[in-house]
C-alpha cells in the first residue's frame, strides 16, 4: 500500500518494518557494531548504523520528508543546522523560545559566529521586518516556553521568496498539527527526546529534509562532529514511536480539558495555551517561591525538566539560568501525560490550593 495515503496512527506504526518474509521478525533488530566489513554502505559505526534507519524512515513519513538524520540529542541537531551557515550570516529566530537554541545563538551572535535578529515570532510585522537581507529564518511555534505561535505560511512564504534557508522546530506540535515541510521549510527538527520516543528514557534528536544535496551536507555534518545516535537508544526511540499517536492525541485531548479549568482556577492567571499540543504554560498568583511550592505540591505530577512522557511533569521554568528574561519567574510550564484527566486535576488543584 502506498504510505501517502494512511493516515499518521498507522505509519508510526507500519514505516521502517522488515520485509513481510515467512518466518522475519516484525521489529527490526539492534545492531551493536562499531565496526562493518570492507565494502558495504557502511564501514564504521560514525558514518552509519543499521538501527537507525527504520526510526529515520518512520520520522520521514510522519513529516512527509525525503530523509531523516538521526542525531546524539535534539541540541546536536540543531547545532549541525547552524554550522551549516557562513560566518557572519544574518539569522532571524525567536527572542523566546528553547534555551538551548536561544542559548546557542546568543554565543554565535557575541561571537560574530552569526548575526542573530532576535524578533517576536508572533508578531508577523516585526519578522517579516528583520527578513531583509537575511540568510536564513528559525522558526519554533509553539514557543517553548510561552506558547507562541507564529503565522508559519506567511512567514515561511516570505523567506523563501527572499531565497533564505528556513529551519523549524517541530518539537511541540509534532507532525500530527502541522507539517513544516509541506510550507516550503528546508528542515524540520525534532528533540526526538520528547513525544516521539515518549517514555523519558532516551536523548535523541533528527533532521528531516526534502532536499538531496541539504541532507547530505547535514549527514557530513553528523559524520564531522560525531554526533551520534547510539543504536541501542535509536531501537528505544523506535519501539517508542509506534504509540506515538495514541499517546500524544491522549495528551492532547486532557490538555486542553486542563487548559479550561485552569483558566477559572481563582490562584492561577494567564494560562497559556495555543488549541493543540499537549503543553499549557501558566502564571500563579504569587511570587516565584510560591510556584515552587505549587510544583512540589503534587503527588501525580512530577516536578522536573523535560517533556512529552507518558507521564506529566511540570516546573518553573525560570529556575533554569538560561530561560529568557521575558518569561515570567512565577510561569509553570505542564506536560501532560497520558493519565486519567480527572486525576490530574485533582492533583493540580490540590498543588495550588495548598500553595
Known amino acids: 500500500m502506498n504510505s501517502e495515503h494512511l493516515h499518521p496512527e498507522t505509519l508510526a506504526i507500519s514505516s521502517g518494518r522488515p520485509s513481510h518474509k515467512a518466518g522475519e521478525g516484525i521489529n527490526a533488530p539492534i545492531s551493536l557494531n562499531s565496526t562493518f ?8 559505526g560514525r558514518t552509519g548504523n543499521p538501527t537507525w534507519h527504520p526510526l529515520e524512515e518512520t520520522i520521514s513519513a510522519l513529516e512527509e520528508a ?3 538524520l538521526l542525531f546524539s540529542s535534539g541540541m546536536a541537531a540543531i547545532t549541525a543546522v547552524f554550522s551549516l551557515l557562513p560566518h557572519g550570516a544574518p539569522v532571524v529566530a525567536s527572542h523566546e523560545g528553547y534555551s538551548g537554541t536561544m542559548s546557542l545563538l546568543k554565543r554565535y551572535h557575541d561571537q560574530g559566529r552569526l548575526e542573530v535578529r532576535f524578533v517576536d515570532i508572533a508578531d508577523t510585522a516585526e519578522v517579516l521586518s528583520q527578513l531583509q537581507g537575511a540568510a536564513f529564518l528559525w522558526v519554533e511555534s509553539p514557543t517553548n516556553p510561552g506558547l507562541a505561535v507564529a503565522d508559519v505560511g506567511t512567514i515561511i512564504g516570505e523567506a523563501k521568496k527572499r531565497n533564505m534557508g528556513v529551519g523549524f522546530d517541530n518539537t511541540f506540535a509534532t507532525p500530527l498539527n502541522q507539517k513544516p515541510l509541506t510550507f516550503g521549510a528546508d528542515i524540520v527538527m525534532h528533540s526526538v527526546t520528547k513525544y516521539l520516543a515518549g517514555h523519558s528514557d532516551v536523548v535523541l534528536g533528527s533532521l528531516s529534509t526534502k532536499d538531496p544535496a541539504l541532507h547530505a551536507r547535514l549527514k557530513d555534518a553528523r559524520v564531522s562532529f560525531g554526533s551520534i545516535a547510539g543504536p541501542f537508544e535509536a531501537w528505544l526511540a523506535l519501539r517508542g514511536i509506534r504509540t506515538f499517536a495514541l499517546r500524544f492525541n491522549k495528551a492532547q485531548e486532557s490538555a486542553a480539558e486542563l487548559a479550561k479549568k485552569l483558566s477559572g ?6 494560562v497559556r495555551y495555543p488549541g493543540f499540543g499537549a503543553i499549557i504554560s501558566f502564571e500563579i498568583k504569587g511570587d516565584a517561591v510560591a510556584a515552587e511550592r505549587v510544583c512540589d505540591g503534587a503527588s501525580l505530577i512530577i516536578n522536573a525538566t523535560s517533556l512529552g512522557g507518558v507521564e506529566s511533569t511540570w516546573e518553573r521554568r525560570r529556575r533554569w539560568e538560561l530561560e529568557s528574561p521575558s518569561v515570567p519567574e512565577n510561569l509553570i510550564r505542564l506536560s501532560v501525560g497520558c493519565e486519567n484527566s480527572a486525576d490530574l486535576w485533582n492533583d493540580i488543584d490540590i498543588a495550588l490550593t495548598k500553595a
Not at 37 to 44: C, K, L, Q, R, S
Not at 265 to 270: A, F
Open 66 to 68: 525525503d530523509a531523516t
Open 265 to 270: 482556577h481563582p490562584t492561577v492567571t494567564n
Open 37 to 44: 566489513v570492507a565494502g558495504g554502505e557502511i564501514n564504521y
